[in-house]
């Protein structure tokens, strides 16, 4: 015995409606979707591409949406019948000669690694609180070691500069020194003629005492 239902609702969503979007792969869609957070709902947003289409138009319907998240690739599978979906939008519609587009996920994989061969390293970041306070004070530590060194440099050169003084100084009185006694033992020394004159008186005086003998 057939039994045929009339005027009662078996889902809250309207079915026929959304036999009729005719999602399909390729589609740009966007999902509005129902989330409950602390008590309330909240209507969050996915768009993205179709890539596959299950189990026609039955109950149990669904489809694939894949999206580019910073960066990352995010795929949801929505039923297409589902009461926590609030409203369906094909955004572009797009030829496809394939039922299924997960070919995509590499072919986005290939084009992540043709990239990463064109990029180049760095290192950039922000600093912290803390750390800008410690290369404040590492800064002013290397500023005051900086003026210390450089103050022991200019007292070390002033002791070499007065050391050096010093020697000259000593140099000159020795050479002084040595100049006066040079004067001194050539005054000491007696003249030519001084010695002319003795060796004369003591060739007279050895005659005398030969004459004698």
Do not use: C, W
């Amino acid at each position: 015995m057939n039994t045929t239902l009339t005027g009662i609702a078996i889902s809250p969503v309207q079915m026929e409606n959304r036999k009729e979007l005719g999602i399909k792969a390729g589609d740009t869609v966007r999902v509005h979707q129902k989330i409950q957070d602390k008590g309330k709902t909240r209507i969050q947003v996915f768009e993205g591409i179709v890539l596959a289409r299950k189990h026609g138009n039955e109950p149990g319907a669904t489809f694939t949406v894949r999206k580019v998240a910073s960066g990352v690739g995010v795929e949801k599978i929505f039923p297409l019948y589902s009461p926590i979906i609030d409203k369906i939008e094909i955004v572009k519609r797009a030829k496809v000669r394939r039922s299924k587009l997960y070919f995509i996920r590499e072919k986005v994989a290939r084009q992540i690694k043709r990239q990463m061969r064109r990029m180049s390293l760095a290192s950039i970041a922000t600093m912290s609180e803390a750390e800008e306070a410690s290369r404040i004070e590492a800064e002013a530590k290397a500023a005051e070691e900086a003026e210390k060194r450089a103050l022991e440099e200019a007292e070390i050169k002033e002791k070499e500069a007065a050391e050096k003084a010093e020697a000259e100084k000593v140099e000159e009185a020795t050479e002084e020194t040595k100049a006066e006694e040079v004067e001194e033992t050539k005054a000491e020394e007696p003249s030519p003629e001084v010695t002319d004159s003795q060796e004369e008186k003591t060739e007279e005086s050895t005659e005398e005492t030969e004459e004698k003998k």
